[in-house]
């Protein structure tokens, strides 16, 4: 099946103060064969976290695209990523979500590894009959041919043809220290991983991360019990930021948020938000100002929804959530998620946390299912062709610019567009860097 | 007083009754004030979270208050997925009384959500505590433990599901 070219696919006119996109994005198969091959089998990718393989011989096991990738720590502490296959017969050498292993052996038939990916053994290979042909093939498993790390944050990709790793990053890099420097001793996630599904187009998720419009719409429920446990406050149930918060009251004035774009589809989606008592950081109030200053700090404790296109989501409002987005098909995607931390935080706070985190975040909780129900409805009404474009994506046309503003330039954060604006702007402009770069990666691969 | 094998087996099969039925008031009453409800997470494929004060639970309530938050929100009409809420039915088997209070069970649910037109299975095994009350001498739950050996979750789980 052919793919629609892609000025059928994104309407992309900023001379006429126009941007579309068109249903097909999300629905149609070869578009999504195109944007596994492109997007996540060809660029770089989240892989995970450093802490997750800590110790020498540790590692765990994720995908890239539709690949497993095996992500391990060698003898001298070294993390590498590897093609999670055996050269011999291609089977899945780990088989388990994480674990410690000095040797890996394949259980089909026994080829080994060592935790650096090098062959240490085919399995009778004098009695094999070999020619010195075989001899010479290079039996290690394969390694991703790029790999980095950025303050704990593992990417990997499948291909050697990226950018370095620092420079497609750029100063969206400066977001993830926001991040990873809220502890001295850096971030973990907490222990628990929650994975869940929904039958719908792995872009509904890119973009509801980064989607400010909906919350009030979406989530009144749970605006309404902040309210409720407000009134009748009980020690037995989880306070939240959102319920002092601003940013949604229909009465707040002035600039509440904004977005910030970068390039290669990064994005910031932040709400103004006081250095409160309501979030478990609040305990670090001080020490983060003497250690990161005033307005590093005021951006710790601000709203601040992260993308690193195309499948890591740091979310950091009611809780904080790493997200990593892995798409099955054009209309099912699975989503695994942590809750991440500071390292070293007091007993309580992190308790906080995690309340507060499973109240918000959890497919079990009070928030995300009327998200992820919300792109299940989305997705059925993609099939109609009708009317193809969709006008989602024009809020704060009239209002992005070039470059930062105050805000950033306190921090010293360059971002490519920024929009700024009061409590009901909810700027969809961001969503503009994310297509952008999804256009460029399917250059030459989509008709005109 | 001991908890009889009987009296565990009516107290489980009523709530799986009043959450299938939509019976949520009652259901409410079935547990205590302070009852504990937790569904934990898993650390890997064989692990459940042990402790919820520094591991992740798909859902942890220290207080019937809570539960009551939960009832509330699923009947709001301000969550679009709680309704139309997916038509359930809880089996619980396995039943085995412990300790004098405690009760084990295994269950499984039979969810059809009409709008998705998805049909799910969760399985796994219930931990009871139960607590006799002084008014009226009967039992009520102090403790809900659910670990859902299934924990992919499709789209959502809510109280109503497990």
């Not at chain 2, 979270?49 to 207080?63: A, F, N, Q, R, V």
Request: aromatic share 10%.
């Amino acid at each position: 099946m052919l793919a629609p070219g892609l000025a059928r696919l994104i309407d992309d006119r900023p001379a006429d103060g126009v941007f579309r996109v068109s249903r097909t994005m999300f629905d149609d198969p070869a578009i999504f064969d195109l944007e596994m091959k492109r997007i996540f089998e060809g660029g770089w990718v989240f892989l995970g976290l450093a802490s997750q393989a800590p110790e020498p011989h540790d590692f765990f096991t994720t995908t890239v695209g539709r690949v497993p990738v095996l992500v391990s720590r060698d003898g001298d502490g070294r993390l590498a990523a590897f093609v999670n296959s055996c050269p011999h017969r291609g089977a899945m050498i780990a088989q388990t979500m994480c674990g410690n292993a000095k040797l890996h052996v394949c259980a089909y038939h026994s080829w080994s590894f060592d935790s650096a990916g090098r062959n240490k053994g085919v399995k009778w290979q004098e009695a094999g009959c070999y020619t010195p042909a075989f001899e010479g093939e290079r039996k290690d498993l394969a390694r991703l041919p790029a790999f980095g790390e950025h303050k704990g944050f593992l990417f990997g990709s499948l291909v050697a043809d990226v950018p370095p790793l620092a420079d497609w990053l750029g100063e969206a890099a400066k977001l993830l220290d926001l991040v990873a420097e809220q502890s001295e001793d850096g971030m973990e996630l907490v222990p628990g991983a929650v994975i869940f599904t929904f039958a719908g187009n792995w872009k509904l998720q890119l973009e509801n991360c980064s989607d400010a419009y909906h919350f009030t719409s979406a989530h009144p429920s749970y605006i309404r019990l902040l309210e409720q446990r407000k009134e009748k406050p009980d020690p037995s149930t989880i306070g939240s930021v959102w319920a002092d918060d601003p940013a949604w009251s229909e009465a707040a004035e002035g600039i509440q948020g904004g977005s910030y774009s970068f390039p290669y589809g990064h994005v910031l989606n932040w709400g103004r938000m006081d250095v409160s008592p309501a979030l478990p950081l609040y305990e670090r109030a001080e020490e983060l100002a003497e250690r990161v200053g005033i307005e590093r700090r005021a951006w710790m404790f601000s709203m601040r929804n992260l993308t690193i296109f195309p499948n890591l989501q740091v979310a950091e409002n009611a809780s904080s959530q790493l997200r990593v987005i892995r798409p099955l098909g054009p209309g099912r995607t699975e989503m695994r998620t942590w809750c991440l931390a500071p390292r070293g935080e007091s007993a309580a706070a992190r308790r906080q946390r995690i309340r507060q985190y499973e109240d918000f975040f959890n497919p079990s909780g009070m928030a995300t299912p009327d998200d992820t129900v919300s792109y299940e409805n989305c997705q059925r009404g993609f099939a109609s062709r009708v009317e193809p474009w969709l006008l989602g994506h024009a809020r704060g046309l009239g209002a992005s610019k070039a470059g930062g503003n105050a805000l950033s330039a306190s921090i010293g954060l360059a971002p490519e567009r920024s929009v700024i604006g009061g409590s009901q702007l909810c700027d969809e402009t961001l969503f503009h860097s994310y297509y952008r770069e999804w256009a460029r990666r399917m250059a030459g691969a989509l008709p005109a | 007083m001991t908890l009889t094998h009987a009296e565990a087996e009516v107290l489980l099969t009523r709530e799986a009754m009043l959450l299938d039925r939509g019976d949520w008031d009652e259901w409410l009453a079935l547990y205590a004030e302070d009852a504990i409800f937790w569904m934990p997470a898993w650390r890997d494929e064989l692990n459940p979270t042990e402790d919820p004060d520094s591991e992740l639970s798909l859902i942890y309530y220290k207080g019937r208050r809570n539960l009551e938050d939960r009832v509330w929100r699923a009947r709001s009409g301000l969550s679009v997925a709680s309704a139309p809420r997916p038509r359930v039915v809880h089996q619980v088997t396995n039943v085995l009384v412990e300790d004098g209070h405690r009760v084990a069970a295994s269950f499984s649910t039979h969810l059809f959500d009409k709008r998705a037109e998805r049909t799910h299975t969760f399985f796994g095994r219930y931990d009871y505590a139960l607590v006799r009350t002084a008014e009226d001498g009967a039992w009520k739950i102090a403790m809900k433990k659910i670990t859902l050996l299934n924990d992919t979750i499709p789209t959502v789980v809510d109280f109503y599901s497990v």
